[in-house]
C-alpha cells in the first residue's frame, strides 16, 4: 500500500492502514496561495514599546497580505486616526505604514500615544498591537554645587550619581577629566544604582575628578555631572572592622522580576580589611549554566529568570574580622506567554474545525475573543461557531464563516494579541514544489524531497518511486505532514525518480521530482597538533578523498578566520606552511573541504613556545627590618609553564652592579617573603624559567635600605700559629660588607694562656685579617677568640679556638739507636723517643739519615750522597729498604717539628752481607778458528760479593735450529778470558755466562758464534761448480728440489696434526748424562728458541731459575719503610729492576727444533 497522508472528518478517528499517515486541520500549517481568496494577515508591525527618535520622522510600520489586497486604517488612543486631516502625516501606497513628517514642522510630542493598525478585506479584517510611541529623552543634569569631600584613609566612602530620568534609561559609568575609566576593584566598584562605592579608601583615591557620565543610547548622547572632588588624609594606624553594607540597607529586603528578563540582586559591603561578597540560594541551588558574577562577585545575574527561581537569595560579606549576611527574597512574575498560539485554518465547506488559544503567566491572564477587531461577543452572529473557553469550535462551517479571529491574553504585566482567520474554500489539490526538481544527496545522510501542496478539503498525499510507480512503504520512509519525503539514510540504490500525488473529491495533481545520492567528502589525513619553538617552521597537512562529480575547494583558516595576509604563510594542495613562526601565529588552525553538498573541517592546535617573558611591575611592601614581601605580574608564558620564579639581590652599597642570588619560588606563586640583612640597600629582580630555559630578568625593584645593627656572625677561620719562637699569630677570614651589618666594622681580637690563670688580654683592631702578639714564651698552648663589632654593637660571644706561640728547633737527639741487618738490601732501626718538652713545637716525625761508606779513592772524586727517611708522628722504629749488599752503611736519627730538625744521634755503623752478582757486564767472542773460539768478558758491574768463579755453559745449533748436548764449565774468578778448543767446524754455538758468590748464581748473559769453514771442503764446492752449470744436474736438482720440497709439506702438515717430538722421547734415546735435564736450582735448559726470531720457547720449556735471595722472615710490615726514597721493592726490601737489563732464557735441554722445518734450511742442509 503506497504511504498516504489523508484527512479526516474527525480528529478522534485513528489511521486504519499501517501505511497511511491521518491528520487533523493540517492546512493551519499550509500557505495559502496568493491567488487564492483570503482574509488579510498581519505580516509586519513597529514593536508594542516603540521609543522614537524625536529628530527624526516618525514611521509607524503595518503590513499584510491577503486576497482581494486589505485596506488600512488607524486608532489613536482608542479613537479612529484620520490621516488625511493631517499634513504630516502620510500612509504608504499598498500597505497601512505611516509616515510622521515632523522634521519639516511639528514636534514628536504631539504624536506620543497608543497606535492600532486593522487590515480589511471581504473576508475579515485583521488588527496590529497596540503600538505605544513615545519620544526618546536624554534631560540634563541639574546644576549643583558640590563640596569636596575629605576623610581618612580606611573609611568607606559613596560618591553619588543620580542621573536624570531619561528616555531609555541610560548607561552609566565614571571617568575622569582625561576620559579615562576610573580603575575598579573589590574595595573600589560601582553600583546598579551608579554610584561609586569605597569599602575603604587610601591615599591614592585622592583626586579633583571624579566624574558620572550617562549614555544615552538612543539619541547617541553623553551627559557629565559635576567633577567631585575627594582628598583622602593618611592616617598613621588604620582600624580594622568588621564589614557593613552599603547597599541594601538592613538585614532583609525583597525583589521582583519577570519571567525571562535577567535577574540582578547587588550587595555592597564596606569594612577593613576590604570585604569579599559570597551568595547562597538558601532553598536550592544556583542555576549552573544561567548564573553569572558581576563587579567582583559583588552582583549575581540570573538570566532567563523563571517562577522556579523565586526564593530567598543570600549575600555574605565576610573579612578577618567577621562575617554579615542579607537576604533577599524573589519573586518571579510572569507576563502572559503562550501555550498555544491560534493558527489560521483552512476548511471546505461543511467541515468541523478548532481554534485554540491557550497562554500562561503570573497571575494567570484573561483570555478575550475578537472577530474581525470587534469583541465576539457584540460580533454579528455565526451558527457554525462555538466558544468554550480559550476554544472556538466551529461545525459545518460555510462560505459566510470565513473571518478573522483575534485572541486576547492579559495580566497587569502585559498582553498577547494573536490573528487567526478561518478562511473556507473549495480547491482541488495543487503541488506547489516546482516539477522535475533535483536533489543531491551525501550518501548515509537523510534527503528530503518536498511535495509543498495545496487544497481544500486537504488532500492526501502518496509517493512513488520509478517508472512502474512502486509504493513506497513506511519502514523506510517517514512521510512528513507538510508533504515532504524523508529517507533518513540515504543509499547508492535510493537514486532514481520519485513521484508525489496530491488527491481529494475535487481532483487530483501529481509532481516528479529526480534523487542522486553522492560519496562523502573525507579529510584521510587531518592537520596534527604542533608545538614549534619561535623562529622555526610548521607544516600542517590535510588529505582530502570526495565524489568524482564533485569539486571540493580547500580552505585553511586561523581561529575560525582567515590566515593573515603574510609572506610566511603558503598553501599549496595538501599543505599549509608557516614560516619564522611567531607568537602571533599560536591558535587554531582548520582545514575546510567545501562541495556544494557538504564540507567536512578538521583542527589541529599549534602552541608557539619559547623561553617566559620576564616578569613585569616588581613591588615591594611589608618593608620591615629583616625582610619585606615581593610580589609581580609574570609575563607571557609562551604557551610553555613556568616551573619557577629566580629572585636575584643587588647590593648597591657595598658591590654595585653584581647580582646574587636570593631564594627560587615555584611558578605557581607571584609574591615571596624575602629574608633580608641589615645596613644593605637592596634592589630585587626576578627572572621566569619554564622547559625551554630562562627569562632575561625583569627591570630591578625599587631601593630599600635596611637598618644597620650589631653583626650576626663573627669571624670564621680563626688561628694561632707562631711565625717565630716568641709570638703568636692570630689570623682570621674577615666579614664582608654584606655580612657588617653597618658602618665601623672592627674586631675585638683576645688570648690568654691555655693552661695558666691569666686574664684575657684584648685589643680592638681596624677591619684586617692578623693580629701578632709578641713576648710570648715558645710553643705555649693559647685560648683565642676573635669577635666583630660595629657602630651598632658587638656580634654573639665567639667560642675560643686553640692555637701555639711560635716553635723552635728541638734541642734533643733520639738516644739508643739500634739497627737490626735483615738480609742483604733490608735494615731495620729502632731508637728511643726524645722528651716531648724537648721538641719545642708540633712533632713531625723522625728522619734516618743515612750513606754508603766509599773508598778514599771514590770519596775524593764525589760527595757522599745521604739518603733520608721520614717516619710520621711518634714511631720509634723504621726500615731502610733498598741497600746495596755487601756494603758498610752509617747512619743517625733526628727528631723535626714545624720549625726544622733538632741535632742528630750518635752514628751507627753497619754492614749488609753478600748478595747474589748482576750480570756480567759484556760478553765478547773473538779470533774465531776452525775448531775454536775465545770469549773475553768484564766482571759485573755489581758484584754484591765476592765472585768465587764464573760458570759457562754452551751448546751446538744445527742448520734446522736443533740444540746440541750442553757443556758446563767453570772458571776461575780472576779469568777476564777463555778460549774454547776442539769445537766442530762451521758450527754455531750459543754461550750462557755468569758469575758466582757465596749467596747463590748471578743473572746470565748469552752470546753466539760461528767457528771457521774447512777451506778443503770449499775447494771442493768451488769444484762443483762446474758441474751444477751442467743442464742435466741443474735437471737433476730441481726434481729433487720438488721431492723434498712435497716431503717437507707432508712432514709440516702432520706436525700440526700431531705436535712435535716430545723432548722426552729424545732425553730417552740418549742416556748420556750429559745431556739429561738440570734440576731446577741447577739452571735447567729448555728449548732452543732463535735469538734473531725472538721466539717464546715451546711448551714444556722450563725457565731458569732467578737465583734471587729469598725474603727471610720479619716482624715489620710495610708501613716501617719510611716515607722519601723512589723506587719499587720486593718483599725482600730489594729494588725491583735495581740491575736490571735484558735476560735470555736458559738454554733449552735436547736437541728438539723450536720452531717447524724450515724448507730454505732443508735446502741448505742438503747442499
Known amino acids: 500500500m503506497p504511504l498516504k497522508i489523508m484527512p479526516k472528518k474527525k480528529c478522534s478517528s485513528a489511521g486504519r492502514a499501517p501505511l497511511m499517515l491521518f491528520l487533523c486541520q493540517v492546512m493551519s500549517a499550509l500557505e495559502v496561495p496568493l491567488d487564492l481568496v483570503q482574509p488579510p494577515t498581519i505580516t509586519q508591525q513597529s514593536p508594542k514599546d516603540y521609543i522614537i527618535d524625536p529628530r527624526e520622522n516618525i514611521v509607524i510600520q503595518c503590513e499584510a497580505k491577503g486576497k482581494p489586497p486589505p485596506s488600512f486604517s488607524w486608532t489613536q488612543n482608542g479613537t479612529h486616526f484620520d490621516i488625511d486631516k493631517d499634513l504630516l502625516v502620510t500612509m504608504k501606497p499598498g500597505s497601512g505604514t505611516l509616515t510622521i513628517n515632523i522634521m519639516s514642522e511639528g514636534k514628536a510630542e504631539t504624536y506620543e500615544g497608543v497606535y492600532q493598525c486593522t487590515a480589511r478585506n471581504e473576508r475579515g479584517a485583521a488588527v496590529s498591537n497596540n503600538i505605544v510611541i513615545r519620544p526618546s529623552r536624554s534631560p540634563l543634569w541639574t546644576k549643583e554645587k558640590l563640596e569636596p569631600i575629605t576623610l581618612r584613609s580606611g573609611q568607606s566612602l559613596v560618591l553619588p550619581c543620580r542621573p536624570p530620568i531619561g528616555l531609555p534609561p541610560p548607561i552609566i559609568f565614571w571617568m575622569d577629566n582625561s576620559f579615562q575609566r576610573l580603575p575598579q ?323 487530483m495533481a501529481t509532481n516528479d521530482v529526480h534523487l542522486e545520492i553522492k560519496d562523502p567528502t573525507r579529510i584521510i589525513k587531518q592537520p596534527e597538533y604542533a608545538v614549534v619553538q619561535r623562529g622555526n617552521t610548521v607544516s600542517f597537512e590535510c588529505k582530502v578523498k570526495h565524489d568524482h562529480t564533485l569539486i571540493p575547494t580547500i580552505t585553511w583558516l586561523k581561529d575560525h578566520g582567515e590566515l593573515p595576509s603574510d609572506g610566511r604563510f603558503t598553501v599549496d594542495k595538501d599543505h599549509l606552511v608557516v614560516a619564522d613562526v611567531n607568537d602571533d601565529d599560536g591558535g587554531t588552525y582548520t582545514c575546510v573541504a567545501n562541495t556544494t553538498l557538504d564540507n567536512v573541517s578538521a583542527s589541529a592546535v599549534l602552541s608557539v613556545v619559547d623561553v617566559p617573558n620576564p616578569p613585569f611591575d616588581l613591588e615591594l611592601t611589608d618593608q620591615l627590618d629583616r625582610s619585606v614581601q615581593l610580589s609581580w605580574t609574570p609575563g607571557d608564558d609562551n604557551n610553555s609553564p613556568i616551573t619557577k620564579f629566580i629572585i636575584e639581590y643587588e647590593d648597591a652599597m657595598h658591590e654595585p652592579g653584581l647580582w646574587h642570588h636570593q631564594t627560587e619560588v615555584p611558578g605557581t606563586q607571584t609574591t615571596a617573603q624575602l629574608r633580608l640583612s641589615p645596613y644593605v640597600n637592596y634592589s630585587f629582580r626576578v627572572m621566569a624559567v619554564n622547559n625551554l630555559g630562562r627569562s632575561l630578568p625583569s627591570q630591578a625593584s625599587e631601593q630599600y635600605l635596611t637598618k644597620a645593627a650589631e653583626p650576626d656572625k663573627n669571624p670564621t677561620a680563626v688561628e694561632g700559629l707562631g711565625s717565630e719562637p716568641d709570638n703568636l699569630v692570630i689570623t682570621w677570614k674577615p666579614l664582608n660588607g654584606f655580612e657588617s651589618n653597618g658602618p665601623g666594622l672592627q674586631y675585638k681580637v683576645s688570648w690568654r694562656q691555655k693552661d695558666g690563670d ?280 730441481c726434481a729433487v728440489a720438488l721431492l723434498i720440497l712435497i716431503l717437507l709439506i707432508v712432514c709440516f702438515i702432520r706436525r700440526n696434526k700431531g705436535g712435535k717430538y716430545p723432548v722426552k722421547e729424545k732425553e730417552d734415546a740418549h742416556a748420556d748424562p750429559e745431556i739429561q735435564p738440570m734440576k731446577e736450582d741447577d739452571g735447567t735448559f729448555g728449548e732452543y728458541s732463535d735469538a734473531e726470531d725472538h721466539k717464546p720457547l715451546k711448551k714444556g720449556s722450563r725457565t731458569p731459575s732467578d737465583r734471587t735471595v729469598k725474603k727471610e722472615d720479619s716482624d715489620d710490615s710495610l708501613v716501617d719503610y719510611g716515607e722519601g726514597v723512589n723506587g719499587q721493592f720486593n718483599e725482600d726490601g730489594s729494588f725491583i729492576g735495581q740491575y736490571s737489563g735484558k735476560k735470555e732464557k736458559e738454554p733449552a735441554e735436547g736437541n728438539e727444533s723450536s720452531e717447524a722445518p724450515s724448507p730454505v734450511n732443508a735446502m741448505n742442509s742438503f747442499v
Open 185 to 507: 576593584s573589590e574595595r573600589v566598584s560601582q553600583g546598579l544604582n551608579g554610584d561609586l562605592y569605597f569599602s575603604n579608601v587610601l591615599p591614592e583615591d585622592t583626586r579633583e575628578d571624579y566624574i558620572c557620565y550617562a549614555r544615552f543610547n538612543h539619541t547617541q548622547t553623553i551627559q557629565q555631572k559635576q567633577p567631585i572632588s575627594v582628598k583622602v588624609i593618611s592616617a598613621k594606624s588604620h582600624r580594622e572592622r568588621p564589614p557593613t553594607f552599603l547597599t541594601p540597607e538592613g538585614n532583609a529586603s525583597r525583589k521582583e522580576e519577570l519571567r525571562g528578563n535577567v535577574l540582578s540582586l547587588e550587595c555592597i559591603a564596606e569594612g577593613l580589611p576590604t570585604p569579599v561578597i559570597y551568595w547562597i540560594k538558601e532553598d536550592g541551588t544556583l542555576p549552573l549554566n544561567r548564573t553569572f558574577y558581576r563587579n567582583f562577585k559583588k552582583t549575581l545575574q540570573i538570566v532567563q529568570v523563571t517562577e522556579a527561581d523565586s526564593g530567598n537569595y543570600q549575600c555574605i560579606a565576610k573579612n578577618a574580622l567577621g562575617a554579615i549576611h542579607h537576604t533577599i527574597s524573589v519573586t518571579v512574575k510572569a507576563a502572559p506567554y503562550w501555550i498555544i498560539a491560534p493558527q489560521n485554518l483552512v476548511l471546505s465547506p461543511g467541515e468541523d474545525g478548532t481554534l485554540i488559544c491557550r497562554a500562561n503567566g503570573n497571575p494567570k491572564p484573561r483570555i478575550s475573543w475578537l472577530s474581525n477587531g470587534v469583541p465576539i461577543e457584540i460580533a454579528p452572529d455565526d451558527p457554525s461557531r462555538k466558544i468554550d473557553g480559550d476554544t472556538i469550535i466551529f461545525s459545518n462551517v460555510q462560505e459566510r464563516s470565513s473571518a478573522v479571529y483575534q485572541c486576547n491574553a492579559s495580566n497587569e504585566y502585559g498582553y498577547l494579541l494573536a490573528n487567526a482567520f478561518v478562511n473556507v474554500l473549495a480547491e482541488p489539490p495543487r503541488i506547489l514544489t516546482p516539477a522535475n526538481t533535483l536533489y543531491q544527496v551525501i550518501s548515509n545522510r537523510p534527503a528530503l524531497l518536498d511535495c509543498a501542496f495545496f487544497g481544500s478539503p486537504l488532500p492526501t498525499i502518496e509517493w512513488f518511486k520509478g517508472a512502474k510507480g512502486s509504493a513506497l512503504h513506511e519502514d523506510i520512509y517517514v512521510l512528513h505532514e507538510n508533504g515532504t519525503l524523508e529517507i533518513p539514510v540515504a543509499q547508492k540504490d535510493s537514486t532514481g525518480t520519485y513521484t508525489c500525488v496530491a488527491r481529494n473529491k475535487l481532483g
Open 758 to 1037: 691569666d686574664e684575657w688580654t684584648s685589643v680592638v683592631v681596624a677591619n684586617v685579617s692578623k693580629y701578632i702578639v709578641s713576648g710570648t714564651p715558645t710553643f705555649v698552648p693559647y685560648l683565642i677568640r676573635v669577635q666583630a663589632l660595629n657602630d651598632a654593637g658587638f656580634a654573639p660571644e665567639p667560642a675560643a679556638v686553640m692555637g701555639h706561640s711560635g716553635e723552635d728547633l728541638p734541642m734533643v737527639a733520639p738516644g739508643n739507636v739500634r739497627v737490626n741487618v735483615v738480609n742483604s738490601t733490608l735494615a731495620e732501626v729502632h731508637w728511643d723517643p726524645v722528651p716531648l718538652k724537648s721538641i719545642r713545637g708540633h712533632l713531625q716525625g723522625y728522619r734516618i739519615y743515612y750513606w754508603k761508606a766509599q773508598s778514599s779513592s771514590t770519596r775524593n772524586r764525589r760527595h757522599i750522597e745521604k739518603k733520608i727517611l721520614t717516619f710520621q708522628g711518634s714511631k720509634t722504629h723504621g726500615m731502610l729498604p733498598g741497600l746495596e749488599p755487601f756494603s758498610h752503611y752509617t747512619l743517625n736519627v733526628r727528631v723535626a717539628n714545624g720549625k726544622g730538625e733538632g741535632p742528630a744521634s750518635p752514628d751507627r755503623v753497619f754492614s749488609t752481607p753478600e748478595g747474589v752478582p748482576s750480570a756480567p757486564s759484556s760478553l765478547k767472542i773473538v779470533n774465531p778458528t776452525l775448531d775454536s773460539l775465545t770469549l773475553e768478558w768484564e766482571p759485573p758491574s755489581h758484584p754484591n760479593g765476592i765472585l768465587i768463579e764464573y760458570t759457562l755453559k754452551y751448546q751446538p745449533i744445527n742448520s734446522t735450529h736443533e740444540l746440541g748436548p750442553l757443556v758446563d764449565l767453570k772458571i776461575p774468578a780472576n779469568k777476564t778470558r777463555w778460549t774454547l778448543k776442539n769445537l766442530n767446524f762451521s758450527t754455531r754455538y750459543k754461550f750462557y755466562f755468569y758469575a758466582q758468590t757465596a749467596a747463590g748464581s748471578g743473572s746470565q748473559i748469552t752470546e753466539e758464534a760461528i767457528t771457521t769453514v774447512d777451506e778443503g771442503k770449499m775447494a771442493m764446492a768451488s769444484r762443483q761448480v762446474d758441474i751444477a752449470t751442467q743442464g742435466w744436474f741443474i735437471g737433476l736438482m
